[in-house]
């Protein structure tokens, strides 16, 4: 069995040049995932855990006390290394640069979604961290600026997610696969237990909030049709499944095959999921796993971004099943 940070060490090794910055990076959102594990596994015992914090977030969204709590140990954890010069989180309205000597001399920013799906977790319903790497571009030496943080996602050099669900995984990629680990709680380590994942081409799997149809673009209406029409040849009817969280909905998908969707919508005009710390994150980890990320017209890496917290609509998943949706969405645009 090979730990995560023995396939660490070995995959740096595949570049002989590399100081290990990246690694440490990694080595430290595997202890914040540690963090966050046990206390999420607590949380019904908690009250300093469960529930609403009674604030709201940049976005206007309610933020959960875990919400709050996940960030905090982020940042703690990043700002003690000396590989990081800057965060930013869907949980606070500026990136913050760390403007000591060492951030100013490090090479690498984060953004993150330190609680992906907050709504699930007074409920037992599995939930997550997403997280995203990029080399700064502001020169080494200074503080980090926004323009670090605004690149657009096939700039990035790692990005992954931690899903807390009835075991503890971390799947991530540094753009060349998409690898597995498996919290092992007895042991205290990530061991690798999904190498090289690939996702189906075809899925049999549909994932969107479809309560919300009335609001949806014609594009996707038509395409729910489609997925729940008869055809044997493709497997039709597909199956609905949705968590509502992402981090949960893509797992599942990435493993089975299936897509992810949430579009724009007359509630949503620009999208619900923010491109810096949703999109871009999971766009890199389904095209390195063989699947696709739109925007219904779009490569969501290809996106250049304006905004910290901008959003994005997203169809990810399955490369049969996005090509499929977006196709929909050409033939009905602007219906
Ligand atoms: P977050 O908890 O980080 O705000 O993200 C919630 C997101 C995403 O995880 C999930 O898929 C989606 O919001 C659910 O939204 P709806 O409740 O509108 O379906
Ligand atoms: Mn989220
Ligand atoms: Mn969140």
């Known amino acids: 069995m090979k730990t995560l940070g023995e396939f660490i060490v070995e995959k740096q090794a595949d570049y002989p040049s590399a100081k290990g910055e990246l690694s440490g990076i990694l080595s430290s959102i595997r202890l914040v995932a540690k963090v966050i594990h046990r206390d999420i596994n607590k949380a019904g015992l908690n009250n300093d855990i469960i529930g609403n914090s009674g604030i709201e977030n940049v976005q206007g969204e309610a933020q959960m006390k875990l919400d709050a709590f996940a960030h905090e140990k982020m940042k703690a954890a990043l700002i003690a290394r000396d590989e990081?010069?800057?965060?930013?989180s869907e949980e606070e309205e500026n990136f913050v640069a760390f403007d000591t000597e060492r951030g100013r001399n490090a090479k690498y920013i984060i953004l993150a979604d330190p609680l992906d799906g907050s709504s699930n977790i007074d409920v037992n319903v599995?939930?997550?961290?997403?997280?995203s790497i990029y080399r700064r571009i502001s020169p080494i030496g200074t503080a980090v600026t926004l323009a670090d943080f605004l690149q657009p996602g096939h700039k990035q050099v790692a990005a992954g997610y931690i899903v807390y669900g009835s075991s503890t995984m971390l799947v991530y990629t540094t753009g060349n696969g998409v690898n597995g680990f498996t919290y092992d709680t007895s042991l205290g380590v990530f061991l690798l237990s999904h190498e090289n994942i690939k996702i189906p081409q075809n899925g049999k799997c549909y994932s969107i909030n479809e309560g919300n149809y009335l609001k949806f673009p014609m594009g996707v209406k038509k395409y729910l049709k489609y997925c729940q029409e008869e055809d044997e040849s493709s497997h039709r009817p597909y199956t609905s499944r949705y968590i509502g969280s992402l981090v949960s909905d893509f797992?599942?998908?990435l493993l089975k095959g299936g897509i992810y969707i949430y579009p724009t919508s007359t509630h949503y005009?620009?999208?619900k999921l923010r491109l810096l710390y949703e999109g871009n994150p999971m766009a890199f980890l389904a095209e390195q796993a063989g699947g696709l990320a739109s925007d219904g017209y779009q490569r969501i890496l290809d996106i250049e971004p304006t905004e910290l917290h901008q959003r994005t609509p997203l169809f990810v998943g399955s490369k049969n099943m996005v090509e499929k949706a977006t196709s929909f969405m050409l033939e009905y645009q602007n219906q």
């Open 84 to 88: 990081v010069a800057g965060f930013g």
């Open 126 to 131: 599995a939930v997550g961290t997403i997280f």
């Open 251 to 253: 797992h599942r998908n």
């Open 269 to 271: 005009p620009l999208g």
